[in-house]
């Protein structure tokens, strides 16, 4: 399988707190990759550096082998942020063809992942109201589907299931195993254990740094745990 992220050494700070301390981790395509760890832990500071939004103080990112902040590495990285960046006066549909408009797209594809997208997230018969007029749920949902409009190769969710109902929960997950299974390299942030069950790939954030990684059974064995929250407790006590 392909390199798709790799981050090396990577460190941060803001004033006089480190946030983030050389931090060394390389990503794959076809897999999903879990940032698990308390609030404040240094995830969305993360996250965004993958992105290009936060600069690092030291160390470096390159994402499908290109440097970060790359412009043309936009097209690649599909981006879903904690807090919901999108226009309220317009209707859904209108924020969605929005952002396909940003992309390099023909005119059936932006009509074809818009319909997609759209119905991913349950949300093809609530297109034509205004954003304003949402809930807390459809505006995640909404921010989920920009985050897929341009088919991009990596997916990056900081907490994309938070105020999403367990049924659509589910097929969320279900979406994103198909991606990855499409090829696609995902990072979800979550606090939600029985999510970071579901990752390939685990790292878990404490205090701007890693304090464990594997796979969710590697970690189980590790930790001798039953149960992922097991896992979070004991790998915390242990640090
Ligand atoms: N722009 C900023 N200026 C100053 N401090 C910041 C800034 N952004 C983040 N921080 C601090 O960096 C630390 C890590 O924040 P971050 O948002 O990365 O944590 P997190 O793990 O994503 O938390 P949560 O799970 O609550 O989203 C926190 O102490 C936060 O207050």
Redesign the pocket.
């Known amino acids: 399988m392909n390199e798709t992220i790799s981050i090396r050494q990577i460190s ?1 700070r ?2 006089e ?1 480190t ?2 301390n050389t931090i060394d981790l390389t990503m794959q395509e076809g897999s999903i990759y879990g ?1 698990i ?12 550096m993958i992105v290009g939004m ?1 600069k690092p103080d030291s160390g470096s990112i390159s994402v499908l082998n290109q440097a970060v902040p790359n412009f043309s590495l936009l097209q690649e990285i599909g981006y879903m942020a ?1 807090s919901d960046a999108l226009y309220p006066e317009l209707t859904g549909k209108e924020n969605l063809t929005f952002f396909a408009s940003l992309y390099q797209l023909s005119k059936t594809e932006m009509k074809e992942r818009i319909t997609y997208a759209a119905r991913l997230v349950n949300l093809t018969d609530q297109l034509s109201k205004k954003v304003s007029a949402y809930s807390g749920g459809m505006k995640r949902r909404l921010s989920l589907a920009i985050a897929l409009i341009q088919n991009p190769k990596i997916l990056i969710l ?2 994309p299931t938070v105020g999403i109902d367990p049924e659509l929960r589910q097929s969320i997950w279900q979406e994103l195993i198909q991606l990855k299974e499409a090829g696609k390299t995902i990072i979800v ?1 979550t ?1 939600v254990m029985d999510e970071a069950e579901r990752c390939d790939y685990i790292a878990m ?1 404490r205090d ?1 740094a890693i304090i464990t990684r594997g796979t969710p059974a590697e970690l189980k064995e590790q930790y001798h745990a039953t149960s992922f929250d097991e896992v979070f407790l004991n790998a915390g006590r242990e640090k």
């Open positions: 941060k803001f004033k707190k946030v983030l940032f760890g308390p609030s404040g832990a240094g995830k969305t500071t993360l996250v965004k936060e904690q900081d907490e942030t606090h954030i701007g």
